[in-house]
């Protein structure tokens, strides 16, 4: 299913047809939120209402016991919901994120790869729970929780 209508699918769809094309893509989103920027993700998989986004294991994302920290992973998750919100959300709608709840279930000692998947009739006024889920190379769950979303109708101009 192919949401080109979404300046966001749209810019996705064409850029990754590139060499590259999606490390240039993960590279347009962190300059546009430069936080992200400080795990150096690269999105994997983009459709509406999921996103992948991988975290390569290496020292700047380390703990002291040189596995993947946690804030990173939730750096990682929370990039992963931003960008399946932003390419799935219908265009009456704006959201902004209310809270996150996550467990820890296991170490994170391989690269990580963070995934937020959400239902199309979940896009409704109110509070919106995004599950979101980080998985090492063997297929764990070191993550496992969901983030809270703020949904709203956007302002009439």
């Given at each position: 299913?192919?949401?080109?209508?979404?300046?966001?699918?749209?810019?996705?769809?064409?850029?990754?047809?590139?060499?590259?094309?999606?490390?240039?893509?993960?590279?347009?989103?962190?300059?546009?939120?430069?936080?992200?920027?400080t795990i150096s993700p690269k999105i994997t998989k983009l459709k509406p209402h999921y996103c992948e986004c991988l975290i390569k294991?290496?020292?700047?994302?380390?703990?002291?016991?040189?596995?993947?920290?946690?804030?990173?992973?939730?750096?990682?998750?929370?990039?992963?919901?931003?960008?399946?919100?932003?390419?799935?959300?219908?265009?009456?709608?704006?959201?902004?994120?209310?809270?996150?709840?996550?467990?820890?279930?296991?170490?994170?000692?391989?690269?990580?790869?963070?995934?937020?998947?959400?239902?199309?009739?979940?896009?409704?006024?109110?509070?919106?729970?995004?599950?979101?889920?980080?998985?090492?190379?063997?297929?764990?769950?070191v993550v496992k929780g969901e983030i809270k979303l703020w949904i709203s109708e956007k302002v009439k101009k």
């Amino acid at each position: 299913m192919r949401n080109s209508s979404n300046k966001l699918m749209s810019i996705y769809n064409k850029v990754t047809k590139l060499p590259f094309g999606n490390k240039i893509f993960s590279l347009i989103i962190s300059f546009k939120a430069p936080f992200f920027g400080t795990i150096s993700p690269k999105i994997t998989k983009l459709k509406p209402h999921y996103c992948e986004c991988l975290i390569k294991k290496k020292r700047a994302v380390h703990n002291h016991i040189k596995t993947v920290h946690v804030i990173a992973i939730c750096n990682g998750l929370e990039m992963a919901m931003g960008v399946m919100a932003e390419a799935s959300i219908p265009k009456h709608l704006r959201w902004i994120p209310k809270g996150m709840t996550l467990d820890y279930t296991a170490k994170a000692g391989t690269d990580i790869m963070c995934i937020a998947e959400v239902k199309p009739e979940q896009w409704q006024v109110g509070d919106m729970f995004v599950p979101v889920t980080a998985y090492d190379t063997s297929g764990t769950i070191v993550v496992k929780g969901e983030i809270k979303l703020w949904i709203s109708e956007k302002v009439k101009k």
